[in-house]
């Protein structure tokens, strides 16, 4: 069974800081995706990383996915309260028919 | 364009009733898949559909789910007499195709309460 797990659970800064979220796990993923979840709404995809150490960016977001393909990490710059919501990644089964998901991260941002 | 439209969008119910959860994807899309996600928690697979056969149903709890999808169009997710465990939110998914590198669209999901 492959799980992932995410890092921290919750987080709650300022306006303007910075902030790292990870998702790890033991097994091999052939890709990880990372969605944002808002209140009442489905999940989003944000982006998909396939390569392992892989970097991509989108605008003041960086993914990057883990040389093994088995963690990535998602770091914010000069959060902004829009922000907020929850984070979560998620990685394919061998066959590519559903999806396992992390646990998430809820982030809120304060003015 | 229409995105995943899933009805209701809130149901209460008592513990022991039967419920129906609908899930309209988008359109040419082959591939729907069925989410639970339980408060405070990432969603867990439940059921995929590729066309009209369940693909793999391995996520279903019980055998007090069932999911279809007739048409290999609008899927509905049937629980049989419900249970408070059961209270979550029900997402559906669809995607072109089962690939994983095919975006899966999510609809806003269904909050079912078991009283």
């Known amino acids: 069974t492959q799980l992932l797990e995410q890092s921290p659970q919750f987080l709650s800064i300022q306006e303007g800081e910075n902030l790292t979220v990870y998702c790890n796990s033991s097994s091999v993923f052939s890709s990880l995706q990372w969605y944002r979840q808002e209140p009442g709404e489905g999940p989003v995809l944000l982006v998909t990383?396939?390569?392992?150490?892989e970097v991509k960016k989108l605008k003041r977001l960086t993914f990057q996915f883990g040389d093994a393909r088995k963690d990535s990490s998602l770091h914010i710059t000069a959060a902004q309260p829009g922000d907020t919501g929850l984070y979560l990644c998620a990685g394919p089964n061998n066959a590519g028919n559903m999806l396992t998901f992390g646990g998430g991260t809820r982030l809120m941002v304060k003015p | 364009g229409a995105g995943v439209s899933q009805t209701p969008s809130n149901k209460v119910t008592e513990k022991g009733k039967y419920v129906e959860l609908r899930c309209d994807p988008i359109?040419?899309?082959?591939?729907l898949y069925w989410y639970r996600q339980s408060l405070g928690q990432g969603p867990e697979f439940l059921i995929y559909?590729?066309?009209?056969?369940?693909?793999?149903d391995s996520g279903l709890p019980n055998d007090r789910f069932f999911a279809v999808r007739p048409e290999g169009s609008v899927s509905t997710l049937k629980i049989q007499r419900t249970e408070r465990g059961d209270s979550a939110v029900y997402l559906c998914?669809?995607?072109?195709?089962?690939?994983?590198?095919?975006?899966?669209?999510f609809g806003p999901g269904t909050r079912l309460t078991v009283l």
């Open positions: 359109s040419g899309h082959t591939a």
């Open positions: 559909f590729q066309g009209t056969g369940a693909a793999d």
């Open positions: 998914a669809s995607s072109k195709s089962a690939d994983s590198y095919n975006e899966q669209f």
């Open positions: 990383v396939v390569t392992g150490g």
